[in-house]
């Protein structure tokens, strides 16, 4: 009797990407925006396979995009067998549903897309708790769309669906859950109010950034340990600390996750416990993809998440990493001006830049003892600071 063969690979979800151009982005701005959405899709483990954008005032209040792009959308859905369609930006309940009823395939708005993600990379029960509880704050408005089946049906008495006592039964469990959770962090958050002040007496540095800048490899470069680094956006959701020593000097290094454009409130304030590793430390590490064209927004948008979490004033020091990656072309500032050399980059940033910067690479192990002697004066300035009298021969 012949065998037969089942093939058990899951096969890949194709995805189509969505984002409007308001009078307030230019068409790059949105186009690196769909870029960045198209990364977290490959993180995700989908295949980007067409992105659709339309020039509009403001979203659609029904639809997120005109009646006419919708069409548009649908048709090559249906074509191209296309399995979800990812929103760049948040879509309210009503687009969600009405967006769905047209389009018939999965939904997904860049929020729900992140938190599938973090929710995939949580290992510790504090990192896990955070994210299910921005799952069910996100979920929580929009539990109409998952009863559509059990909508009021036509007819008289005794015919009235059961959808509405549902969803409110289902509220009620939901907010308990978001109460349970709640405590939950709350006492995590107490253990590591402890942990923390048990490691007082050391100097505490903090590795911040964009996501997928490197900052893991860093940790692991300095650290001699074995942080998971990977090419993907988010690889780092837990925090993570380490002793280290330079020279004479010991400190603690920690890796934080990783910021991102639009990254969702309700998931920031769910790690605001998390980042406190940032808002206590000492010196900041903020460390730069220099090779991505629009570093520079990048930055902004760290400075903007740091000035949130309280942590902007504190001593920083910049490290410029992916130095061997850099191409010149992909800073050009126009056709007469050229583009920009990395020598500029270093001129410039160490001109302008009020705290310490250097430039590096992580992976091709350049400037890294350059890197390590900037850290060990920065840590040692600041131990001899806190502690004149130390027993620390210098």
């Excluded at 399995?83 to 309940?93: A, G, I, K, R, T």
């Excluded at 001699?224 to 002793?243: G, I, P, Y």
């Excluded at 605001?272 to 570093?295: G, M, N, Q, W, Y």
Aim: aromatic share 8%; proline share 3%; net charge negative.
């Amino acid at each position: 009797m012949k065998q037969k063969f089942y093939d058990t690979a899951v096969k890949q979800e194709k995805a189509v990407l969505v984002g409007v151009i308001t009078p307030n982005e230019t068409a790059e701005q949105e186009q690196e925006y769909l870029e960045e959405l198209q990364f977290l899709v490959e993180t995700a483990g989908a295949q980007t396979v067409n992105t659709f954008t339309q020039k509009l005032q403001r979203p659609d209040r029904a639809t997120f995009v005109g009646s006419g792009k919708l069409e548009d959308i649908k048709a090559f859905v249906i074509e191209e067998e296309i399995d979800m369609v990812v929103f760049d930006d948040e879509l309210s309940p009503s687009q969600l549903r009405n967006i769905e009823n047209e389009l018939q395939v999965k939904i997904l708005d860049r929020n729900n897309l992140i938190l599938d993600i973090f929710a995939g990379r949580a290992q510790t029960a504090q990192a896990k708790a955070q994210v299910e509880l921005a799952q069910l704050q996100y979920l929580l408005p929009r539990l109409t769309r998952l009863w559509t089946h059990l909508e009021r049906q036509k007819g008289g008495i005794g015919m009235r669906g059961p959808g509405e006592s549902q969803i409110e039964t289902d509220r009620r469990l939901i907010l308990n859950k978001i109460d349970i959770l709640k405590e939950k962090l709350k006492s995590i958050d107490r253990q590591n109010e402890t942990q923390r002040k048990n490691r007082n007496q050391l100097i505490r540095v903090a590795l911040v950034g964009y996501t997928n800048v490197g900052k893991s490899t860093i940790m692991n470069l300095l650290s001699k340990s074995d942080v998971f680094a990977e090419n993907k956006l988010f690889a780092t959701l837990d925090t993570t600390v380490r002793k280290v020593v330079i020279e004479n000097v010991p400190f603690l290094l920690s890796d934080t996750v990783g910021f991102i454009r639009k990254l969702p409130h309700h998931l920031v304030e769910c790690f605001k416990s998390t980042l406190d590793e940032v808002r206590e430390a000492d010196i900041l590490v903020h460390v730069v993809d220099i090779s991505h064209p629009h570093f520079e927004d990048q930055i902004h948008t760290v400075h903007e998440t740091l000035k949130d979490l309280g942590a902007i004033d504190k001593r920083i020091i910049t490290v410029f990493n992916k130095i061997d990656a850099f191409k010149p072309e992909a800073h050009g500032v126009d056709d007469s001006a050229g583009p920009i050399t990395l020598r500029d980059f270093k001129d410039s940033w160490m001109a302008k830049n009020n705290s310490p910067a250097i430039f590096i690479s992580a992976t091709a192990k350049e400037n890294i003892e350059e890197f390590r002697a900037l850290l060990y004066e920065e840590v040692k300035a600041l131990h001899v600071e806190r502690y004149p009298y130390g027993q620390l021969l210098y």
